[in-house]
């Protein structure tokens, strides 16, 4: 439990999806009578611990997205924030808006995510500034160099295959955001390592993957029927 601690749930929708080769927004395929993005907002905005909700979004999806948000039906205040050209501008764009203690940020295309994940990881914030799901690695990974010689392999057991929800205190993230705004990272727990910071990593599950190719709608189909 985290007590005295206000939650905002940041759910990201604003990138290309590029490698998903419809031409279309990804977050708005439809999988079982409701859209990818329609699952991450019922999670978040159902959640016992979240106050309110920001969707990261493009300008020219909002009208859409706006349907979606009121088809919903969530008994929670939800914003929209027009995202920027990289993820992490459109954390940061969200973030400046953000009064709340603590951020539990989400890829929309991550329809699976289990209620039990987005409570843990706002849970050890009680001991943590920043917080992720993770599953452990199944494969071998090796490290190379620019010509992809193999510099070094990593230990299986230590090694981690990072998702979202990923949850941070929200100052520290918007400081530190402001400090490396110049610097690329992939993430924001990256952020919270290079300030100092150490970021705990919950293990989650294989369901929760992120839909970024058209061949991922038919895995997560059977994952969303489960769920």
């Known amino acids: 439990m985290i007590s005295g601690k206000t939650v905002t749930g940041i759910i990201l929708v604003a990138g290309n999806s590029t490698r998903f080769g419809q031409n279309r927004n990804k977050n708005f395929e439809n999988i079982n ?7 991450s907002i019922n999670a978040f905005g159902n959640n016992p611990y979240i ?20 088809e919903e039906k969530i008994n929670k205040k939800i914003d929209i924030v027009i995202g920027g050209s990289s993820r992490q501008e459109s954390v940061y764009n969200a973030i400046k ?15 699976a995510i289990k209620q039990e994940y987005i409570s843990k990881c706002i849970e050890e914030m009680n001991s943590f500034k920043g917080v992720s799901i993770g599953v452990k690695s199944k494969d071998t990974i090796k490290i190379t160099d620019d010509d992809g010689i193999v510099i070094d392999t990593t ?10 929800p990923q949850c941070f205190d929200t100052k520290i993230l918007f400081d530190l955001h402001e400090k490396y705004k110049n610097t690329e990272v992939t993430d924001d727990c990256m952020i919270l390592e290079k300030g ?10 294989y369901t929760n993957i992120k839909v970024t190719t058209y061949d991922d709608i038919n895995i997560i189909k059977e994952f969303l029927k489960e769920k």
């Open 51 to 70: 106050d309110n909700v920001i969707i990261v979004i493009k300008e020219e999806d909002r009208e859409t997205i706006k349907k979606i948000i009121k």
């Open 33 to 39: 009578g409701k859209t990818i993005l329609s699952y």
């Open 97 to 111: 808006v953000v009064a709340s203690d603590i951020v539990i940020i989400h890829d929309g295309a991550r329809p």
């Open 155 to 164: 230990k299986r057991s230590n090694t981690w295959i990072i998702q979202t």
């Open 196 to 205: 100092g910071y150490k970021v705990k990593i919950i293990e989650g599950d």
